[in-house]
């Protein structure tokens, strides 16, 4: 299972001296462009392709608190992604340095042409980043967000 280490920031706490809300979903973001990174695609390279990764709806899950400097594992794993590989949806835990679940973040998203603001599918480079996931027991195939006609740009797609 794909994951990272990081810890609660003092930027992430908020009025009850714990991890807020917003500061779980940008652990998640920043864990899942770490991924891409690693895999050939930084900031850099989204920017060459005029291509990106963007979250359209995210669900939160709260079970333990996470305290300031607290150490955390974000793990990555694939729970959808439709025919073609426009839409995905990625479900990541956050536990505590004992393994226990803190929360639960479930993003679904697709992948956009920052020229033309809309999805696309992406390069069989890119899919294979999120293929290379593991799967959650409720993987589910989602349905295209491509309009017939429509898809890949004419953007060079190559890293």
Known sequence: MYHKTVYAGWGDTDANLHMAGAAYLNKCADVR??????????????LRLRIGPVAMRDELEYFKEVGLLQEIRVTCALAGLST??????????????????????????????????????PSEVMLAVLNG???????????????????????????
């Open 33 to 46: 462009m770490m991924l891409f990174a690693e895999n050939g695609f930084p900031a850099s390279e989204w």
């Open 133 to 159: 996931l593991d799967r959650t027991e409720d993987f589910d195939v989602l349905t295209s967000s491509i309009e017939a006609g429509s898809g890949v740009s004419g953007h060079n797609w190559r890293p």
């Open 84 to 121: 073609e590989g426009s839409r995905w949806r990625v479900r990541q835990e956050i536990l505590r340095a004992d393994g226990r679940v803190c929360a639960r973040v479930t993003s679904t998203g697709g992948w956009l042409d920052t020229l033309t603001r809309k999805l696309v599918i």
